[in-house]
């Protein structure tokens, strides 16, 4: 394994020909574990790779107040009233895993606190996230630390300087697998918020994996994370946006997390190597339209060729144009009708390299057109 690299779940994360994606159900169970359970199946079906829950206790997550979150609907119910109505039990979490391991997918869940943390470590998740609230909750991070497993660190409104300190504590508390997500916590974020360029600060600040957990809506974005290097993709997902709840209306339906798994395998395809070199798809158009060396008169046996006599027109597959001052003043070895394809067999050697011993230039750049090619119906701007 490379540094920045780690196995989750048996699966490698910050290399591979895939985008790993998370579909995140948080709180959209709504408090039903059979709506949970649905959630999973439809995640499986999408084709994620791992599903991911949250796990508190209201009274452990904030205080006891009338305040309401902005994202709340309806009337009547206090923030904290909320998140004790979207507690999952410990045995709903047990029940939950199991189903998530039938269907293939990795159980992950978030831990607000460190009982919770104790829990899902018993319950052998592979993994702990941490949300972009608690980057800075020291305790929190030394004791998920502690534990031996990855740590997937969300960064949403938090400064670089931020970041480094609860990197610095993770890897002072034993974490040795790291990933950061980029994200903005704003539901749902605006693109003039993204700043997807911090995906590559992030990597090059910390030699990290980076993924992106997005809260914009539509696919566009994490596509665009993908195409910056994100290697993890994490999207709140929903079998009804419409459906009451805080985090509903940022989330992604089943044939919407179905279509993006598809096109990041696209982006992701599309990304290559980056070495600069044909594509093997423009193998047959770099032999069209290239441009060989030509007879522009006809040229008898035995004559000197001089600037005037030749010119540079399709096909590929003769003389390539780079090699048209080597090709002056040497003689035909035949007759070359005008609009003739010159090769260098048609040539003598050049007085670079008669009698010198050295070889002839390259052959390979392209051939003539073969029976049944024409330039008919190519590209001609390609």
């Avoid at 030394?142 to 300087?161: D, E, N, Q, V, W």
């Avoid at 599309?270 to 093997?280: E, I, V, W």
């Avoid at 060729?305 to 003769?318: L, N, Q, T, V, Y």
């Avoid at 780079?322 to 005008?338: K, N, P, Q, T």
Wanted: hydrophobic share 40%.
């Amino acid at each position: 394994m490379r540094p920045h690299e780690f196995l989750l779940g048996g699966k490698c994360i910050g290399a591979g020909p895939k985008v790993f994606v998370i579909a995140e159900i948080g709180i959209n169970h709504d408090g039903s574990l059979e709506q949970a359970r649905k959630l999973i199946d439809a995640a499986a079906e999408a084709g994620a790779d791992a599903v991911k829950f949250q796990t508190f206790r209201a009274e452990r997550l904030m205080v006891a107040s009338q305040d309401r979150l902005p994202q709340q609907h309806g009337a009547g119910e206090t923030a904290q009233e909320m998140f004790r109505r979207l507690e999952l039990s410990r045995q709903d979490h047990r029940i939950l895993k199991d189903h998530a391991d039938r269907r293939g997918l990795l159980f992950l869940s978030t831990p607000f606190d460190e009982e919770s943390a104790d829990f899902l470590d018993s319950l052998g998740v592979p993994a702990f996230k941490v949300a972009s609230a608690d980057l800075t909750h020291r305790p929190l991070l030394r004791h998920l630390a502690g534990k031996g497993k990855p740590i997937l660190l969300s960064t949403g409104m938090s400064f670089l300087r931020e970041v480094e300190e609860a990197v610095s504590t993770l890897r002072d508390g034993g974490a040795r697998d790291i990933l950061l997500f980029h994200c903005v916590s704003c539901y749902p974020a605006p693109p003039d918020s993204l700043n997807l360029k911090a995906i590559r600060t992030l990597q090059k600040r910390f030699g990290l994996p980076v993924g992106f957990s997005d809260h914009s809506e539509g696919t566009m974005f994490s596509l665009v994370a993908a195409s910056l290097g994100a290697c993890v993709l994490e999207r709140h997902f929903t079998l009804d946006r419409r459906a009451p709840g805080p985090d509903h209306r940022v989330s992604l339906e089943p044939d919407e997390l179905r279509g993006l798994i598809r096109d990041l395998a696209r982006v992701k395809q599309s990304l290559g190597t980056g070495r600069k070199q044909p594509a093997a798809a423009e193998e047959t158009g770099r032999k069209l339209a290239r441009r060989s060396l030509v007879a522009a008169v006809d040229i008898g046996i035995d004559e000197a060729i001089e600037p005037w006599m030749i010119a540079c027109k399709r096909p590929g597959g003769g003389v390539d144009p780079r090699e048209f001052d080597r090709v002056i003043g040497r003689r035909a070895c035949r007759h070359l009708s005008r609009d003739s394809v010159i090769h260098w067999f048609d040539l003598t050697p050049g007085p670079e390299t008669a009698g010198a011993g050295a070889p002839e230039p390259e052959r390979t750049a392209g051939r003539p057109l073969e029976g049944g090619e024409s330039l008919q119906g190519r590209d001609i701007d390609a």
